[in-house]
């Protein structure tokens, strides 16, 4: 198995419309990216995947799609005006700017090497402000919201009051969130506007420990049946100078990207913190009538917290592989979960004549209902193979004259690259349980 480095994903990415720079043709913006046709496949692939496990498989988890722009008393509540920032400085020389925790202000500047030569630390806040109404003063200030929790957290007691949903239960969403981050870096892991995919579970008191354990428990097992290599993932607990001053305790589940160990997702034991921030603020009372012991309490929050734009790099990162083939060639094959696969069918005509392009072209529209897919009738037979290996495609369906007699196509695997003779009454039902059955073998 080959090394899998960020320049190789960057150029996959670029080369095969996954992921580009953000307007690129006026010198591109640092810390913004736009999802290609395969990208925005991927990721909204991915979003569902995460929908369904929430808000499907779970029947105690509703739905909540909160508004970017909130209150500013919200985010005084919540503690990211006074709090929601980095240090950052600037070195003198060059001008580059940097956090000023992750870099050795005694040590030469990274980017020029001049030694003593940085600024001395200063608060950077990372929330975007911005004006709303016509007057931009003080008073119109508000801020795109810098993560989606708050509007759960906010909406509590309207999603109780209409849902009839009695604790415990989860309020999930999927959103974007904005951070002017001091410095951007490894392409999609870090940018300044991203995507997350939020769950707030909402329990009593004194039970938190048993769904905080609960809860890790499941989101790493969304991980293994997303298809990511076990060896790729790992937990690592917050310590005392990493835990938030409201927190009970807290996890990340990191993976091994390119550039090493990082977080992927935090599950986070947060007490009644925010909702008791938001009464104090709000002058509203958050707090919740348990029906069967009629007692009133604030409830507890255990917090999963996963990066969606996180997660296209942890799937583009785990499914990257360089293939040796006998004869010495070399394919690059993204070995996606077919779930997860931008184009799951790719419908193929071994000649373009004898009426073979028009029957594949037909059996393509028809599969559509079923599956993404994607008609290629240029070049070779074994060059479109390649291609669709690149972007991940799990299955390929060839027709050639043995279709025109008896109504069977060739379906090859991805991964194994094994054909298959199966008749097109059976082509739906043999993907789906194939997909079904999918395993990623680790190499």
């Known amino acids: 198995m080959a090394e899998v480095t960020m320049d190789k994903i960057v150029s996959l990415c670029k080369r095969r419309g996954f992921i580009f720079q953000s307007s690129e043709i006026y010198g591109g913006l640092n810390g913004a990216y736009d999802y290609g046709p395969l990208g925005v496949q991927l990721k909204n692939n991915i979003r569902d995947f995460w929908w369904k496990e929430m808000t499907q498989i779970h029947d105690d988890i509703v739905g909540l799609d909160a508004s970017i722009l909130m209150h500013p008393r919200v985010w005084e509540a919540s503690g990211h005006v006074s709090n929601f920032s980095d240090p950052m400085v600037d070195c003198k020389q060059c001008k580059s700017r940097f ?9 030469a500047c990274p980017t020029c090497g001049t030694k003593d030569s940085f600024t001395e ?45 009695k604790i415990p239960f989860g309020i999930a969403q999927v959103g974007k969130s904005f ?36 809860w890790r428990e499941q989101r790493m097992a969304f991980y293994h049946k997303m298809g990511i290599k076990p060896s790729s993932l790992r937990w690592h607990q917050h310590g005392p100078d990493e835990l938030a001053f409201y927190a009970k305790d807290a996890y990340d589940i990191q993976f091994l990207f390119p550039m090493g160990w990082q977080e992927l997702e935090g599950v986070h034991s947060r007490t009644d913190y925010d909702l008791t921030q938001h009464q104090t603020f709000s002058g509203k009372e958050m707090t919740y009538l348990d029906p069967e012991s009629n007692e009133r309490y604030i409830p507890y929050v255990v917090e999963t917290s996963a990066g969606l734009t996180r997660n296209v790099l942890m799937a583009l990162s785990d499914a990257y592989d360089e293939e040796e083939l006998e004869g010495g060639d070399v394919r690059t094959v993204l070995h996606f979960h077919p779930h997860l696969a931008p184009v799951t069918v790719a419908v193929l005509p071994l000649v373009k004549k004898d009426g073979i392009a028009e029957f594949a072209s037909k059996l393509e529209r028809e599969l559509r209902d079923d599956f993404s897919t994607f008609y290629d009738v240029s070049g070779a037979i074994g060059r479109r193979y390649r291609r669709m290996d690149e972007i991940g495609t799990p299955y390929c369906v060839t027709v050639d004259y043995q279709t025109l007699e008896d109504q069977t196509v060739t379906l090859r695997l991805r991964d194994s690259m094994e054909q298959v003779r199966v008749a097109i009454s059976d082509l739906v039902a043999t993907i789906k349980q194939a997909t079904k059955e999918y395993k990623r073998v680790e190499r």
């Not at 956090?99 to 040590?107: C, S, V, W, Y």
């Not at 709303?132 to 993560?147: C, H, M, V």
Request: with cysteine; glycine share 4%.
């Open 121 to 165: 630390p200063r608060n950077f806040n990372l929330m975007f402000a911005t004006h709303i109404g016509a007057n931009a003063d003080a008073s119109s200030t508000i801020y795109l919201r810098p993560e989606t929790a708050q509007g759960i957290y906010v909406d509590f007691k309207n999603v109780v009051s209409s849902s009839r949903v």
């Open 99 to 107: 956090r000023a925790d992750q870099i050795d202000l005694k040590g």
């Open 179 to 214: 951070r002017n981050e001091i410095t951007t870096k490894n392409f999609i892991f870090r940018s300044c506007e991203f995507e997350q995919m939020e769950m707030q579970w909402f329990c009593k008191p004194g039970s938190d420990e048993h769904w905080f354990s609960y």
